[in-house]
């Protein structure tokens, strides 16, 4: 879930998570009454099988608030060379329902902010290494909005944005032993006001998860460690419009924390921009949430 400018992965939530209808897919009761550590066994060649699996690790088979947090680092790219930039972290936080005619519909938003990489402390001014100016930088996230999640996993927006290209998939899962992964990649581009070339983001996401955990009888959601790689262009605010090369970040991170669990550096930044999300998280989705 990583800062940028426009619409991204988050945006699309983790901005923004993904499954498939609960009803559809219930668990069975066994005969009298249920035993403690029953266990069932998913069948990983069953697409339907799958989705509810990605959704135990990427959101929740009911409507609880999931929260995913993440740190990383920004580097600039100029031909093969890495220019170590500047730290980010963000949190996702998002509620998840059966959309009508299967799938989920998800509404989230995401709060996320550029950090000092020795000090974790979220930074205003910053000397641009490639340029020598001091820029201002801004706070990122993506706002509050609706998602829907499809039979195949992938991820589509509420409404169409001008000019946005988005395309979003996941692959089918690796197991091996007790480790389950999903690979999860997401494109896109859109105009930038005033520039000849469009902003362009993709972001590959890698979701892991312990297969007992998802064979747990009555299990609505998994923990869910992720890690991450993003290429993106240079950030408008950076002024590199006639700089070669573009930025890439790599990170790690995780879903269905809690709030203190967050990444310390997101924390006191949250502390001083948005303190309301440290006592009600779940009240920055009511008004979307609660929209009919």
Not at 153 to 163: T, V, W
Not at 178 to 189: A, G, H, M, P
Not at 199 to 223: C, D, P, Q
Request: net charge positive; proline share 7%.
């Amino acid at each position: 879930m990583t800062a940028h400018d426009g619409i991204g992965r988050r945006a699309a939530m983790g901005l923004i998570g993904c499954g498939a209808a609960v009803g559809s897919m219930a668990l069975a009761a066994p005969s009298g009454a249920r035993v403690a550590g029953a266990r069932r066994s998913f069948n990983f060649a069953d697409p339907a099988e799958q989705l509810r699996a990605f959704m135990m690790m990427r959101g929740a088979l009911d409507d609880r608030l999931v929260i995913g947090g993440l740190s990383g680092r920004y580097f600039g790219v100029v031909g093969a060379q890495l220019t170590p930039m500047f730290g980010v972290v963000s949190a996702t936080f998002t509620r998840y329902r059966p959309a009508p005619g299967g799938g989920y519909e998800a509404v989230g938003a995401e709060f996320a902010y550029f950090t000092d990489p020795v000090s974790g402390v979220a930074i205003g001014p910053y000397r641009n290494p490639y340029t020598g100016e001091t820029v201002m930088v801004p706070s990122g996230g993506t706002p509050l909005s609706r998602i829907f999640i499809g039979s195949d996993m992938a991820l589509r927006l509420e409404s169409k944005i001008p000019g946005l290209s988005f395309e979003n998939t996941v692959s089918p899962p690796e197991v091996r032993g007790n480790d389950v992964w999903f690979s999860e990649l997401t494109r896109t581009s859109s105009p930038v006001p005033g520039k000849a070339e469009a902003f362009h983001y993709s972001e590959s996401t890698i979701l892991h998860a312990r297969l007992n955990e998802l064979n747990a009888f009555g299990a609505k959601r998994v923990r869910c460690e992720t890690n991450f790689t993003n290429v993106v262009s240079w950030r408008p605010w950076l002024k590199m419009e006639s700089h070669p090369g573009h930025m890439m970040a790599v990170g790690v991170g995780s879903y269905g924390r809690a709030v203190n669990e967050l990444p310390a550096a997101w924390i006191a930044a949250t502390r001083v921009h948005h303190p309301e999300l440290l006592v009600d998280p779940a009240s920055v989705l009511a008004p979307l949430w609660n929209a009919k």
